[in-house]
């Protein structure tokens, strides 16, 4: 039996307004060597039925869907890896959108790096229709580098061997990691797998506003939960490495900051400013953006 070189793994909660759309993304491929598994996570609007009626519209799609209780966004992910067949897997998110060459690209990639076990291309962000940003990924590759200077890798636009990910123990279901379970993972999978980073646009990250100060809040949280977890298997306790480790404290209450700041939210944008300079009081890029929520300024 000949098994597919990608498995399309969907994880999807209360995706019925964008599922079709996510889809036919993958539906319009260019390459066809690829099933698609979604796992519809406890959905509580008509997702399930949205997708067993795409499916039945294109029935010569190889597909698998999975229906279970909710777990959160890595336990879906682990039940659509689990079933997978594919030598590779491709994360994609319900809400998400690739390009028609990603698959071929990524497969002529593959085929010329055969050593290389994760690949993340460049992707647009997407926000009202409009694309806002070109999100160049990388250049991370140690777990040295992901863990003291930051996730650089994003899930939809990330290819993963299966065997790696097996190996790895998959996404960690901590709640306390969700959101961040992929940033999770990739440190993980930083230890055992060589990392590519191709620099071409090939899909969009759609981004929603539905909670956003709830969401910031929750993704610094637990961002700062998965830095700390790490920090904790490290026996390095030099000055130097303490100074790196607050440091890295630092830049992710400071990130929070400054989605607040995008947001609008200057009061909570300089709470996160100040409790970051607490930790790293000689960060310049702190103390500009401190500024600018005091003359009311986005950056």
């Not at 790895?168 to 590519?196: P, T």
């Amino acid at each position: 039996m000949k098994y597919p070189l990608f498995s399309v793994v969907i994880p999807a909660y209360n995706a019925s307004y964008f599922i079709r759309n996510t889809l036919d993304s993958v539906r319009f491929q260019t390459f066809d060597d690829y099933e698609i598994i979604i796992v519809n996570d406890g959905s509580r609007d008509d997702t399930l039925e949205v997708a067993k009626a795409y499916f039945k519209d294109f029935p010569n799609l190889s597909y698998k869907l999975i229906n279970q209780e909710n777990k959160g966004i890595g336990g879906a992910r682990n039940s659509g890896i689990k079933v997978a067949e594919g030598k590779f897997i491709a994360f994609l998110d319900a809400d998400d959108k690739w390009y028609k060459e990603k698959l071929l690209t990524l497969a002529n990639y593959i085929e010329t790096n055969p050593d290389v076990d994760l690949i993340c291309h460049d992707e647009y962000w997407v926000e009202d229709c409009s694309v806002i940003k070109k999100a160049t990924y990388g250049p991370y590759k140690s777990y040295k580098e992901l863990l003291l200077k930051g996730n650089c890798i994003s899930t939809s636009a990330t290819v993963v061997s299966k065997n790696k990910l097996l190996e790895a123990g998959l996404f960690s279901e901590n709640l306390d990691f969700n959101g961040v379970e992929d940033y999770e993972l990739w440190l993980r999978l930083s230890k055992i797998c060589k990392i590519g980073y191709l620099h071409k646009p090939l899909g969009e990250y759609h981004i929603h506003h539905a909670g956003i100060t709830n969401n910031i809040e929750k993704h610094t949280r637990n961002t700062q939960n998965v830095v700390e977890f790490h920090f904790k298997q490290q026996p390095q306790d030099s000055i130097y490495y303490q100074y790196r480790k607050n440091k890295r404290r630092a830049d992710i209450i400071r990130g929070g900051g400054r989605l607040f700041l995008n947001a609008g939210n200057l009061d909570s944008a300089k709470s996160y400013f100040s409790r970051s300079l607490l930790l790293n009081p000689f960060s310049i890029k702190t103390w500009i953006l401190l500024g600018a929520c005091i003359i009311k300024i986005r950056i």
